[in-house]
């Protein structure tokens, strides 16, 4: 494995602002808010600030804060950040990001984990497709195959701990389901919906609010996955060549449930909305970011027999403004030992409550026999 630097050139970010102000704004609905997507009025703002106070060079400084590689796995080049826990029994723990954030979704995260006696060497990748890794798509029980490499191989654990939502959260259900001799315990923040196919008389009750709310999840928001997963490719050239067109998709379905006024809140913050984007950018991995879910849409499709339950322990936490789903749907996928409903925070609870979530891994894994 070789270190590895965020340095991109100045060209880069010239032609970025370039673009910015050229953008062909579309007009928008007179008085729609949000309601038919992402709002002009508020992305010309963004858009000011983009070019004319955000600092890519201050940002990219963090991104270097810590030490990060490139290592070679199964033919695939993947990007992680390392950071070596201070406790003499730091437990190894894989981090896992989802779309459409990246390894920055865990950036807080890395001084509260590695610090004291109970703390964490902190393994945090890039799914192949998404910020540095090699731009191809995969799908996420593949990814969960690389990860095991990562950690067994690679860095020599012979047994680990994983936390992921999003598609994070797939990665780390494969990595319980097909490495329980080496995977330790789990950690999720969702656990998946259901797709309809589910037999009315095995659910509970509140299992079927949760299937009737997904419903109209899917309808109201859940669009830009079934794009997502049918026709990538068409609309990967706009994002891939439109700095604002990535934004406006980026923020109209990363949001995560915030009220429009909460929306940069929910990424951490304008700078952290805007260096989540900027990864995207630089790296020009949009197109395969979304390219994954067409390869989960295809294994499933093609008849991917389901991931089998296992005993590893698994931890969850219900953050408000995600999906509230029972504990007796997450029982049907892991091996629950503790389920706890949060007070504050949603998809990105890592950008948005860092230490309220530090907090819940640490007492997670540490609670552990």
Same mark, same amino acid.
């Given at each position: 494995?070789?270190?590895?630097?965020?340095?991109?050139?100045?060209?880069?970010?010239?032609?970025?602002?370039?673009?910015?102000?050229?953008?062909?704004?579309?007009?928008?609905?007179?008085?729609?808010?949000?309601?038919?997507?992402?709002?002009?009025?508020?992305?010309?703002?963004?858009?000011?600030?983009?070019?004319?106070?955000?600092?890519?060079?201050?940002?990219?400084?963090?991104?270097?804060?810590?030490?990060?590689?490139?290592?070679?796995?199964?033919?695939?080049?993947?990007?992680?950040?390392? %950071?070596?826990?201070?406790?003499?029994?730091?437990?190894?723990?894989?981090?896992?990001?989802?779309?459409?954030?990246?390894?920055?979704?865990?950036?807080?995260?890395?001084?509260?984990?590695?610090?004291?006696?109970?703390?964490?060497?902190?393994?945090?990748?890039?799914?192949?497709?998404?910020?540095?890794?090699?731009?191809?798509?995969?799908?996420?029980?593949?990814?969960?195959?690389?990860?095991?490499?990562?950690?067994?191989?690679?860095?020599?654990?012979?047994?680990?701990?994983?936390?992921?939502?999003?598609?994070?959260?797939?990665?780390?259900?494969?990595?319980?389901?097909?490495?329980?001799?080496?995977?330790?315990?789990?950690?999720?923040?969702?656990?998946?919906?259901?797709?309809?196919?589910?037999?009315?008389?095995?659910?509970?009750?509140?299992?079927?609010?949760?299937?009737?709310?997904?419903?109209?999840?899917?309808?109201?928001?859940?669009?830009?996955?079934?794009?997502?997963?049918?026709?990538?490719?068409?609309?990967?050239?706009?994002?891939?060549?439109?700095? %604002?067109?990535?934004?406006?998709?980026?923020?109209?379905?990363?949001?995560?449930?915030?009220?429009?006024?909460?929306?940069?809140?929910?990424?951490?913050?304008?700078?952290?909305?805007?260096?989540? %984007?900027?990864?995207?950018?630089?790296?020009?991995?949009?197109?395969?970011?979304?390219?994954?879910?067409?390869?989960?849409?295809?294994?499933?499709?093609?008849?991917?027999?389901?991931?089998?339950?296992?005993?590893?322990?698994?931890?969850?936490?219900?953050?408000?403004?995600?999906?509230?789903?029972?504990?007796?749907?997450?029982?049907?996928?892991?091996?629950?030992?503790?389920?706890?409903?949060?007070?504050?925070?949603?998809?990105?609870?890592?950008?948005?409550?860092?230490?309220?979530?530090?907090?819940?891994?640490?007492?997670?894994?540490?609670?552990?026999?």
């Amino acid at each position: 494995m070789n270190p590895f630097t965020v340095n991109i050139s100045e060209t880069v970010i010239s032609d970025l602002k370039n673009r910015i102000q050229n953008t062909r704004w579309p007009g928008e609905q007179e008085g729609s808010g949000w309601n038919f997507g992402t709002s002009e009025s508020y992305l010309k703002e963004l858009a000011n600030y983009w070019t004319n106070e955000y600092d890519w060079r201050k940002q990219e400084k963090q991104l270097n804060q810590y030490p990060q590689y490139l290592t070679e796995i199964d033919g695939i080049q993947i990007h992680f950040q390392y %950071i070596k826990g201070k406790g003499k029994n730091a437990k190894p723990l894989v981090l896992t990001h989802g779309w459409p954030d990246s390894y920055y979704r865990f950036h807080k995260l890395i001084p509260l984990l590695t610090e004291g006696e109970q703390s964490f060497d902190l393994v945090i990748p890039s799914i192949p497709g998404f910020g540095f890794s090699a731009k191809v798509a995969i799908n996420s029980e593949a990814v969960a195959d690389l990860w095991k490499k990562l950690m067994t191989e690679t860095l020599n654990y012979s047994k680990f701990c994983a936390a992921g939502g999003d598609i994070g959260m797939g990665v780390t259900k494969a990595l319980a389901s097909k490495y329980p001799d080496v995977v330790e315990a789990v950690h999720f923040t969702d656990i998946g919906y259901p797709m309809g196919q589910e037999d009315p008389n095995s659910m509970s009750e509140d299992e079927k609010k949760f299937a009737q709310f997904v419903q109209h999840w899917w309808y109201s928001e859940g669009a830009y996955a079934m794009v997502h997963a049918t026709k990538p490719q068409s609309l990967a050239y706009g994002l891939n060549d439109s700095p %604002i067109g990535l934004a406006a998709w980026i923020v109209s379905f990363g949001n995560a449930g915030a009220p429009p006024e909460l929306i940069e809140t929910a990424f951490g913050g304008k700078d952290e909305m805007l260096t989540n %984007i900027m990864i995207y950018w630089v790296s020009q991995t949009i197109a395969t970011s979304v390219r994954m879910y067409k390869m989960e849409a295809m294994a499933q499709w093609g008849g991917s027999p389901p991931l089998q339950k296992t005993n590893v322990p698994a931890g969850i936490a219900v953050f408000p403004r995600e999906a509230q789903f029972p504990k007796e749907w997450a029982e049907r996928f892991v091996n629950v030992t503790r389920f706890k409903k949060m007070e504050a925070g949603g998809h990105f609870a890592a950008l948005e409550v860092p230490q309220v979530f530090s907090d819940e891994l640490r007492s997670f894994f540490y609670s552990l026999a």
